[in-house]
């Protein structure tokens, strides 16, 4: 077979270890903002969840109580 397997995708995309740096707030925000970011970043997860599978998610597939390891790459 000549294709990759997901680890290695992973380590050509983004190194080994991995070039990914996260950085938290240093200042507290306030509710609102914390709001905000919780809205937009489940956004962005739904969104990534959408590129991967080829379709819209489910909610359980995003609340992660639906196993999408199979239908990773399959449309």
Known sequence: ?????IKDNFKR???DPALIKI????????PSEDAYRSE???KAYAGVLKGVLGR??????ILGEKDI???????
Do not use: H, L, V
Not at 23 to 30: G, I, R, V
Not at 56 to 61: C, N, S
Not at 69 to 75: D, F, P, V
């Open 69 to 75: 390891s199979k239908k990773i790459g399959k449309k």
């Open 40 to 42: 937009q970043i489940s």
């Open 13 to 15: 995309r983004f190194g």
């Open 23 to 30: 950085e938290y707030a240093k200042d507290k925000m306030s």
């Open 56 to 61: 819209k998610p489910t909610q359980d597939e």
């Open 1 to 5: 077979m000549g294709g990759r397997n």
